[in-house]
């Protein structure tokens, strides 16, 4: 073979190996190349499964050769976030308390991975219970970005940009409850979406706040995410939260192009991004506008409000959702004098300083005597920042803001102050608490040659615009080149 399959998107991928033309477990077997030679300095995975994987690849080439199509990702090495359920292979969190535990059961993205032919290469490393923006929080050490392995891959998801950044997988899955996705896309130089809230199904996704969690890509163009959204979105009445419609094809919406797409400027943005971020950010409206689109200014005034909010409401519900844990159901238990002295040490044992941090803001938010002045009002907060959104929505199509306000910051950089962590997510947290969706796209580079993205929001099920929008950029940095 003479193009290294690490080279081809999803998309030709899967055509090579639905035609015949490329083997699965050739394509297979050069990404587990890639992860022997470098894994060991970018630690992207908590568990690589290479004998599963090729077992399956080798399936999928059975099928092809008996005249089957084994679906659209055939043979597609996908890598998961360790926070998605498979069944009877360990599922960790990046968390001591879930030691040894195995998931009975696939999570419902894992078996439509399966049933489009995908094939599992491993789980990736996150901030425990995916809280964090530099994957310094897991309890498995942190993953280095493949841009420079002296600077985090963001966070939560880092595991994920970085196994696609890397090339150990040729897409992945993570999770974005405030910008885990689209934060350590950008900081790899992947692209990264968050979906409208229930465009996937949450089943099998461990809950960290459940009504923010959705499940989206890291793919290396926007056309794979695009496959990768087609096959694993779309209505599951095992979440109560799924949006019972069909989506329409996102494949098909990015011929499209952008001609007369609003794209708006938030003129009252929170301010504090450096200036390479703002500069590739301009750079990116012109780009759009040389492609036919009309830039319009509009304002969000509660935007600036989001992270605050997001600080009650998150830790808020994942103070409840983590309540069991509690050493008699999953994984690690310690065992002491009387269940409740159990329940005690275990906990103190399992969870890491971040998850304790939340779990004590939650239930303080959510106390007796505080829960109107806090978590209630940050609900209020919420549906101002959903509303202004709507406004804005109505002037434009689609929104263009930094992903993350730097690039790929030092390990320890942030580490004894975690305010300055939670500042990462500042343009990507609102679009969470309005549901919204939200793409980050790799749009050159910034200070020390590190990837740059810009992020592109929309409105509730407005994902063909926003792909429409991505797949503009793209054309315009392949342009650049
Ligand atoms: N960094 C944010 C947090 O720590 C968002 C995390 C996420 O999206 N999972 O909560």
């Given at each position: 073979?003479?193009?290294?399959?690490?080279?081809?998107t999803?998309?030709?991928?899967?055509?090579?190996?639905?035609?015949?033309?490329?083997?699965?477990?050739?394509?297979?077997?050069?990404?587990?190349?890639?992860?022997d030679?470098?894994?060991?300095?970018?630690?992207?995975?908590?568990?690589?499964?290479?004998?599963?994987?090729?077992?399956?690849?080798?399936?999928?080439?059975?099928?092809?050769?008996?005249g089957?199509?084994?679906?659209?990702?055939?043979?597609?090495?996908?890598?998961?976030?360790d926070?998605?359920?498979?069944?009877?292979?360990?599922?960790?969190?990046?968390?001591?308390?879930?030691?040894?535990?195995?998931?009975p059961?696939?999570?419902?993205?894992?078996?439509?991975?399966?049933?489009?032919?995908?094939?599992?290469?491993?789980?990736?490393?996150?901030?425990?219970?995916?809280?964090?923006?530099?994957?310094?929080?897991?309890?498995?050490?942190?993953?280095?970005?493949?841009?420079?392995?002296?600077?985090?891959?963001?966070?939560?998801?880092?595991?994920?940009?970085?196994?696609?950044?890397?090339?150990?997988?040729?897409?992945?899955?993570?999770?974005?409850?405030?910008?885990?996705?689209?934060?350590?896309?950008?900081?790899?130089?992947?692209?990264?979406?968050?979906?409208?809230?229930?465009?996937?199904?949450?089943?099998?996704?461990?809950?960290f706040?459940?009504?923010?969690?959705?499940?989206?890509?890291?793919?290396?163009?926007?056309?794979?995410?695009?496959?990768?959204?087609?096959?694993?979105?779309?209505?599951?009445p095992?979440?109560?939260?799924?949006?019972?419609?069909?989506?329409?094809?996102?494949?098909a919406?990015?011929?499209?192009?952008?001609?007369?797409l609003?794209?708006?400027?938030?003129?009252?943005?929170?301010?504090?991004?450096?200036?390479?971020?703002?500069?590739?950010?301009?750079?990116?409206?012109?780009?759009?506008?040389?492609?036919?689109?009309?830039?319009?200014?509009?304002?969000?005034?509660?935007?600036?409000?989001?992270?605050?909010?997001?600080?009650?409401?998150?830790?808020?519900?994942?103070?409840?959702?983590?309540?069991?844990?509690?050493?008699?159901?999953?994984?690690?238990?310690?065992?002491?004098?009387?269940?409740?002295?159990?329940?005690g040490?275990?906990?103190?044992?399992?969870?890491?300083?971040?998850?304790?941090?939340?779990?004590?803001?939650?239930?303080?938010?959510?106390?007796?005597?505080y829960?109107?002045?806090?978590?209630?009002?940050?609900?209020?907060?919420?549906?101002?920042?959903?509303?202004?959104?709507?406004?804005?929505?109505q002037?434009?199509?689609?929104?263009?803001?930094?992903?993350?306000?730097?690039?790929?910051f030092?390990?320890?950089?942030?580490?004894?102050?975690?305010?300055?962590?939670?500042?990462?997510?500042?343009?990507?947290?609102?679009?969470n608490?309005?549901?919204?969706?939200?793409?980050?796209?790799?749009?050159?580079?910034?200070?020390?040659?590190?990837?740059?993205?810009?992020?592109?929001?929309?409105?509730?099920?407005?994902?063909?615009?926003?792909?429409?929008?991505?797949?503009?950029?793209e054309?315009?940095?392949?342009?650049?080149?």
């Amino acid at each position: 073979m003479s193009t290294p399959t690490n080279a081809l998107t999803a998309v030709q991928i899967a055509a090579g190996v639905r035609s015949g033309q490329l083997k699965a477990v050739d394509v297979l077997e050069q990404h587990l190349a890639r992860i022997d030679t470098r894994e060991g300095e970018i630690h992207a995975f908590n568990l690589v499964l290479a004998d599963q994987a090729r077992a399956a690849a080798a399936a999928i080439d059975a099928a092809v050769a008996a005249g089957n199509d084994p679906g659209p990702l055939a043979g597609v090495p996908v890598a998961l976030k360790d926070n998605m359920c498979t069944h009877g292979v360990p599922t960790t969190c990046s968390s001591k308390i879930l030691d040894g535990w195995k998931p009975p059961y696939d999570a419902t993205v894992v078996s439509r991975l399966n049933a489009a032919g995908a094939v599992t290469v491993g789980k990736t490393n996150l901030d425990e219970f995916a809280m964090g923006s530099s994957t310094e929080n897991s309890a498995f050490g942190p993953t280095r970005n493949p841009h420079d392995i002296t600077r985090v891959p963001g966070g939560s998801s880092g595991g994920s940009a970085a196994a696609v950044a890397a090339g150990f997988a040729s897409v992945s899955l993570g999770s974005d409850t405030g910008g885990s996705i689209r934060q350590p896309a950008a900081l790899c130089g992947v692209v990264g979406v968050k979906p409208t809230y229930g465009y996937v199904s949450r089943y099998g996704l461990v809950a960290f706040a459940s009504s923010l969690d959705q499940i989206g890509p890291f793919t290396n163009t926007v056309q794979d995410s695009a496959l990768l959204l087609d096959v694993i979105g779309g209505h599951d009445p095992m979440d109560s939260t799924s949006i019972p419609a069909a989506q329409p094809s996102l494949m098909a919406a990015l011929d499209q192009g952008v001609e007369g797409l609003r794209v708006g400027r938030i003129t009252d943005l929170p301010e504090g991004a450096d200036p390479d971020v703002v500069e590739r950010l301009e750079a990116a409206f012109d780009a759009l506008r040389a492609a036919g689109a009309t830039i319009v200014d509009v304002q969000v005034p509660a935007f600036s409000y989001g992270l605050t909010a997001y600080y009650l409401i998150a830790p808020a519900e994942a103070s409840s959702n983590l309540a069991r844990y509690d050493g008699v159901r999953y994984g690690l238990r310690v065992n002491a004098a009387d269940t409740n002295a159990m329940y005690g040490v275990t906990r103190a044992a399992g969870f890491g300083e971040e998850v304790k941090r939340r779990i004590m803001l939650g239930t303080y938010a959510l106390s007796a005597g505080y829960y109107d002045a806090y978590y209630g009002k940050a609900l209020k907060v919420r549906r101002m920042i959903a509303d202004d959104f709507d406004r804005a929505y109505q002037q434009a199509d689609v929104l263009l803001t930094p992903t993350s306000p730097t690039v790929a910051f030092p390990f320890g950089a942030k580490g004894d102050n975690p305010f300055a962590m939670y500042l990462c997510d500042v343009y990507t947290i609102p679009t969470n608490l309005a549901g919204h969706p939200g793409m980050s796209v790799p749009f050159g580079t910034g200070a020390g040659g590190l990837p740059v993205g810009v992020q592109i929001l929309a409105g509730t099920l407005g994902e063909p615009q926003m792909f429409r929008a991505g797949a503009a950029l793209e054309r315009a940095m392949g342009a650049a080149k």
